[in-house]
């Protein structure tokens, strides 16, 4: 069955410092997708990427947060000074036409020290 | 504001018990529906999904659910749980006309099964 790969699983970065965080979609798959789970809470969705753009965006994307699909296979989250409440398990999701097919990746746990 | 609501946030049950847990939407507009698990230190997966049509869905591990749109509510069922079903339970909507096909989870439902 067509996995959601995700890198690294578990990543530790200091507070200030940049992040990417990295996805690999299922590949015939249209949509993108990032979601956040801090600690004891619900899942929360960060973005939604299709057509090479940011198709929607929730208030927790601020401009600190970046996506991007460099290479047509890849997906990207970037934090650029990350703070100790990024601190949480990243997920990555892909979908095929809209919703169907709507696949999880396994999750990168970050913490932010 | 849109929002998913999980009432049941911790249940104990033990095995052979049947379960029901609860999922309210608040949305009007035609809506998509999921329940996904969460076992301890996994990822999240897709228990079963509505999407039309039949609004009796079976999914996967003996999991069905039933859509009421008159009740706004998507309540996830089994007849009788087993240990293995301890876990962390997300009911999740996005709406139709949802350009981004966002999933607005709900808080989840903590799941323990006793032997």
């Known amino acids: 069955e067509p996995e959601v790969t995700q890198t690294p699983s578990h990543q530790v970065t200091q507070m200030g410092q940049e992040v990417i965080l990295r996805c690999v979609p299922i590949s015939n798959h249209l949509y993108f997708y990032w979601y956040r789970q801090i600690l004891g809470q619900k899942v929360e969705f960060l973005v939604s990427f299709y057509n090479n753009e940011i198709s929607e965006k929730s208030e927790i994307f601020d401009d600190q947060f970046s996506v991007e699909r460099p290479d047509g296979s890849n997906f990207t989250l970037k934090i650029r000074s990350t703070k100790l409440e990024d601190s949480a398990m990243y997920f990555c999701?892909?979908?095929?036409?809209?919703?169907?097919?709507?696949?999880f990746g396994s999750g990168t746990r970050l913490t932010v020290v | 504001a849109q929002s998913v609501s999980q009432h049941n946030h911790h249940v104990i049950l033990s095995e052979a018990a049947s379960l029901e847990l609860g999922c309210n939407y608040s949305?009007?507009?035609?809506?998509?529906l999921f329940w996904y698990v969460q076992y301890p230190g996994q990822h999240l997966q897709l228990l079963l999904k509505?999407?039309?049509?039949?609004?009796l869905v079976k999914g996967i591990k003996g999991f069905e659910a039933e859509f009421i749109k008159s009740k706004f509510s998507f309540n996830l069922r089994k007849p009788s749980v087993q240990w293995s079903d301890t876990a962390e339970y997300f009911c999740?909507?996005?709406?139709?006309?949802?350009?981004?096909?966002?999933?607005?989870f709900g808080k989840g439902t903590s799941l323990l099964v006793t032997p």
């Open positions: 509505y999407f039309s049509g039949d609004p």
């Open positions: 999740a909507v996005t709406l139709n006309s949802n350009s981004g096909y966002a999933l607005n």
């Open positions: 999701a892909s979908s095929g036409q809209g919703i169907y097919g709507y696949t």
């Open positions: 949305y009007g507009g035609t809506v998509n």
